[in-house]
């Protein structure tokens, strides 16, 4: 990768389950730095959240594009 290339996992969370006990949770997108497109999907699930997007490029690039997944998912 060149430098300040990284893979970013751009995941959507939407709610919590209140049958679990957890208090209730303000939808968002978030960003995060992977080490490899492989280990992404389950990133996002354990982050409570669904894959939306692997970005390849800088953190510029990568909040890019979770500002496009976030007026998509969000409607804002």
Do not use: H, T
Request: net charge negative; aromatic share 10%; proline share 5%.
């Amino acid at each position: 990768m060149n430098g300040g290339s990284q893979f970013w996992m751009i995941y959507f969370v939407a709610f919590a389950d209140p049958s679990d006990g957890q208090e209730p949770l303000e939808p968002f997108v978030g960003k995060e730095v992977i080490s490899s497109p492989s280990e992404a999907e389950l990133s996002a699930f354990l982050r409570g959240g669904y894959l939306a997007e692997i970005v390849c490029g800088s953190e510029s690039d990568a909040e890019n594009a979770r500002r496009a997944v976030e007026a998509e998912v969000l409607r804002r």
